[in-house]
């Protein structure tokens, strides 16, 4: 069997597995580099290279600052600012879109989604609006920020390195500016005016209790002077029940103590602030002998200050549980209770909490989770987490961090609760901007310069080492030194000359323009299933192959490549910033085409004159 037949069997394997999204996609690439290397596709001395390729190098150290910027206070100064736009829904898109488009040409481009989510949720749910409005529009933003310089996105450092490799210079810092600052542009204006409308409104949802309901489910609990609990501990009661059921609080005389912290033994009378459906309220009576808390108190002899639930919540409450759960809204003040998002690099994702042991090993009581706007009613021990789950999390405020990102979960919103305060600003900003200074003069190669200030950062203490360990995405690296040798495999092979030659013999009837065309169609489709770095490995010796059979200029190709690759606004898997705003915002699978096909076109049909002048063939 020829080598490139072999070579398009491996690749067809590999972009099912993708799809498929059974297996992480590290893991795919991974398996596809060392299949590739069984079949003497990729040398055996060669196989490793890619993780020492200038672009996976390049990446890690954007993703390194990416985090500096956020512990350097950025998003601080940021959420101040949006948050003054006032209650105009299109000023506030524009504001928040327009933002993270900026950020995201400087810095990796779920990093400034990352930095913007939370005030767009904030913002939503301040003017009791949808975010599901805010929040496709910014995740596109981040996207299309993406496509203004080199470090924006992942495909515009695969494409600057491989033109390299073939002879030429690397693209610059700045060489993609003139095209991607007037595609994000357009796509920013499309957006604002016209494309948000084309959103679904998931109505409701931008409530933490509309989406999660907590009132309906913190229960009061007493433990009577016979019952089964005294002398327990917390632990000893999740022993009991055989499940994790979140003791958000302990009450005792008038002290009360966050479940998380309590590590005495109960006695009579105290009083357990529960999270609990009507299954698991039945399994604590049979098996601990806990009893529904003392009734409220009369009107004349009640708190003014505590908030009570309305008619309407009250009858709910009572019917969930035949009367046990409490009606009231019960203060939550001082529990740390915190909003987060499952990323899709997360080691939650198809796991439950059982086998992560959240509490044990992380210090977090899992109190709700939500999925496509909706809290989930199952049981929380059932629960397998998914990419873009919206989890309600309880912790202790000086870990809880530490413990997101150990998980992988990018916070929302919290109560009482700062991730990060804000410092080294100006230095962090100095330390990029000079990096940017010896990329554009030449004084360094784009690799050295931001690894350089990546260093920097780390020994004046913009962010420790270990939160630069963190900020590396793993997931991706593992991808793109992976697929580096069997993108290669794809062009010495034969493959990529191939798939040329194929589109030369359709397209030798028409204009050179539409062969343009056909290839970003092909790579935006492409990057709608898989990741887009991934895309870009794999069309890049196509688009040379391309180019050499037209006997043309290799830069345009590249460049609707590098565009194209970053247009992933059809689905919520075609890049991790949809997949992150899909459970906030309560969006389904078949929601994103309808704003990101018309945007998709808005791109391809600014894009393609403007290479054509800028890059002529």
């Not at 505590?306 to 009250?314: F, K």
């Not at 992976?482 to 794809?490: D, E, F, S, T």
């Amino acid at each position: 069997m020829a080598d490139s037949t072999q070579v398009f069997l491996l690749l067809a394997a590999t972009l099912a597995a993708f799809v498929w999204g059974r297996f992480r996609y590290d893991l795919v690439a991974l398996a596809a580099l060392l299949a590739a290397v069984l079949l003497g596709l990729v040398p055996t001395g060669e196989a490793f290279h890619g993780f020492g390729h200038p672009a996976v190098i390049t990446v890690a150290a954007v993703l390194v600052l990416s985090r500096g910027f956020e512990r350097s206070g950025l998003v601080d100064l940021i959420a101040e600012q949006a948050l003054k736009v006032g209650d105009r829904l299109i000023l506030q898109m524009l504001v928040l879109t327009g933002t993270v488009l900026v950020l995201s040409g400087v810095m990796n481009n779920v990093g400034a989604l990352a930095l913007m989510l939370p005030v767009a949720i904030r913002m939503a749910r301040e003017h009791d609006s949808p975010p599901s409005l805010l929040l496709m529009p910014l995740a596109f933003g981040s996207l299309l920020g993406g496509l203004t310089t080199l470090i924006g996105t992942p495909p515009n450092i695969i494409i600057s390195s491989y033109r390299g490799s073939v002879g030429g210079e690397p693209f610059g810092m700045f060489a993609f500016f003139p095209v991607g600052a007037s595609v994000a542009l357009a796509g920013l204006v499309f957006i604002v005016l016209v494309g948000w409308r084309l959103v679904p409104q998931r109505a409701g949802k931008a409530s933490l209790d509309a989406m999660f309901d907590t009132a309906h489910y913190l229960v009061e609990l007493r433990v009577p002077e016979d019952g089964k609990a005294v002398g327990w501990s917390l632990r000893d009661l999740h022993q009991a029940l055989e499940e994790t059921i979140p003791v958000l609080a302990v009450v005792r005389g008038d002290k009360r103590h966050a479940g998380h912290a309590f590590h005495g033994t109960l006695r009579e009378d105290d009083i357990l602030l529960v999270e609990a459906g009507p299954e698991e309220m039945k399994l604590i009576e049979d098996k601990a002998g806990l009893v529904v808390g003392p009734e409220p108190p009369s009107d004349d002899e009640a708190d003014p200050s505590e908030e009570t639930a309305s008619p309407g919540e009250a009858e709910a409450g009572q019917g969930a549980s035949e009367g046990a759960e409490r009606p009231a809204t019960v203060d939550t003040e001082g529990l740390q209770l915190v909003e987060a998002v499952v990323r899709t690099d997360s080691m939650m994702i198809h796991r439950t909490v059982t086998q992560l042991r959240l509490h044990n090993q992380f210090g977090l009581h899992l109190v709700a989770v939500a999925r496509d706007g909706g809290r989930l009613n199952q049981r929380l021990r059932d629960i397998r987490f998914r990419a873009g789950d919206v989890l309600l999390l309880q912790g202790g405020e000086g870990e809880i961090g530490e413990s997101l990102t150990t998980l992988g979960c990018l916070p929302l919103a919290s109560r009482n609760l700062t991730l990060g305060q804000p410092r080294m600003l100006v230095v962090s900003v100095a330390i990029f901007a000079v990096a940017v200074i010896a990329m554009v003069l030449d004084l360094l190669p784009s690799a050295v310069a931001l690894t350089g200030a990546a260093l920097v950062s780390m020994m004046v203490g913009v962010l420790s080492l270990r939160e630069a360990y963190q900020a590396i995405d793993g997931p991706v690296i593992v991808l793109l030194g992976a697929m580096i040798p069997v993108g290669q495999a794809l062009e010495t092979s034969g493959g990529a000359t191939l798939i040329a030659e194929a589109l030369l013999a359709l397209g030798s009837e028409w204009p050179m323009v539409a062969s343009l065309v056909g290839l970003f169609v092909i790579c935006t489709l492409l990057s709608n299933v898989v990741n887009n770095a991934a895309a870009a490995l794999l069309m890049a010796p196509i688009a040379a192959s391309l180019a050499q059979g037209f006997e043309a200029s290799l830069d345009p190709f590249l460049m609707v490549v590098a565009i194209s690759a970053s247009c992933a606004f059809l689905t919520p898997i075609g890049h991790q910033s949809n997949t992150l705003v899909m459970g906030p915002g309560g969006y389904r699978f078949g929601d994103y085409w309808k704003l990101g096909l018309p945007l998709s076109l808005v791109v391809m049909a600014v894009a393609i004159p403007l290479i054509l002048i800028v890059w002529p063939l």
